[in-house]
């Protein structure tokens, strides 16, 4: 009996903790729709200035800060930019479209939530949102995002994302493991020493009762040194092809800038960048040069051009974490 009184109460404390935990998120609601919708405009209306300014660039300059990036930065972002490249034969475009559509949307959207913000239908003097609780203020904004948002646009939009990024994504998995299966193949040929030279004398210096995991974190740091040094090779091979992708762009972005300025170096180059042999030279140079910036800053960026280039890393991250989320890792 007094254990069956103890389940209960203990079943009563847990429940009472939920709902407390489930009554402070609520209240958390909020302020963190009011945080989305102060932050969204800033985003897009930034976004938008920039997607101007890059715009008002001339083509060649445009060609050449991107085949600079990549030239000299490819190795640190591998999957980022191969995501990039793969999106760019996939439908970059569609993308681009979409999520103009969509912030489109979000702005309309915003625009009539300030508009509702402000409403005084009882006219106490007091707005009808200040005098809602949480849920329903909730409630309140989600269906004035039904009302106004165009479910048709929207969802072609995210079609259109969904359809490319399968694409790209298919791209990555593989990518993705070949990494895994090289770093699993590196584990395994450095457990087999371990396991027979260094595994028993550390067997000897543990007390008998931990000596089990002695191959087990065995094991684990094999796997450890594994994908490190797997991951250092891909960023290398990543590094030599987008140092040869962005020497380049930079290359042709160079030979076209000096012939739109009719400037021929004493004929060296031609009108028509097939005709000469000059920015294939160039690129070699630009290519070189990426390559080895890349191998002597060990594929990490010195300060102040890891805060400069922090968009990337935040989208290296995010590729990644994406496809390591949906990836099957082979045992």
Not at 211 to 240: E, N, Q
Request: charged content about 25%.
């Amino acid at each position: 009996m007094t254990t069956e009184t103890e389940e209960k109460k203990k079943s009563d404390d847990a429940a009472k903790k939920a709902a407390e935990i489930a009554e402070k998120l609520q209240g958390l609601a909020k302020p963190v729709l009011d945080g989305i919708v102060f932050m969204i405009p800033i985003i897009i209306k930034y976004g938008r200035m920039a997607r101007i300014y890059i715009q008002k660039l001339p083509t060649n300059a445009f060609n050449f800060i991107v085949g600079f990036i990549f030239c000299f930065a490819g190795g640190l972002y591998p999957l980022l930019f191969a995501a990039v490249q793969a999106a760019e034969h996939g439908g970059r475009k569609a993308v681009m479209d979409s999520l103009r559509v969509i912030a489109d949307e979000a702005m309309k959207i915003i625009e009539e939530s300030k508009k509702d913000d402000k409403i005084d239908a009882d006219k106490d003097g007091k707005f009808d949102v200040d005098e809602l609780e949480t849920k329903e203020y909730v409630q309140r904004k989600f269906l004035l995002v039904l009302k106004k948002m165009d479910p048709k646009k929207v969802d072609d939009a995210f079609t259109n994302i969904y359809r490319v990024w399968l694409a790209v994504a298919a791209v990555l998995t593989i990518e993705f493991a070949r990494a895994i299966s090289l770093a699993l193949s590196i584990a395994d040929f450095l457990k087999r020493p371990v396991d027979r030279y260094l595994a028993p004398t550390i067997q000897k210096a543990v007390p008998d009762e931990y000596d089990r995991w002695v191959p087990i974190i065995l094991g684990w740091i094999a796997k450890s040194i594994g994908m490190s040094i797997a991951y250092y090779v891909h960023s290398v091979r990543s590094a030599f092809a987008s140092a040869l992708t962005g020497g380049l762009i930079m290359a042709r972005a160079s030979y076209q800038a000096l012939v739109d300025r009719k400037i021929d170096l004493g004929g060296l180059l031609k009108p028509d960048h097939n005709d000469s042999m000059a920015d294939e030279a160039l690129s070699y140079i630009f290519a070189a040069l990426g390559f080895v910036f890349q191998l002597s800053i060990g594929f990490k960026l010195p300060f102040p051009l890891n805060l400069i280039l922090w968009p990337f890393s935040m989208g290296e991250w995010a590729v990644r974490w994406l496809i390591t989320s949906s990836a099957t890792i082979p045992k």
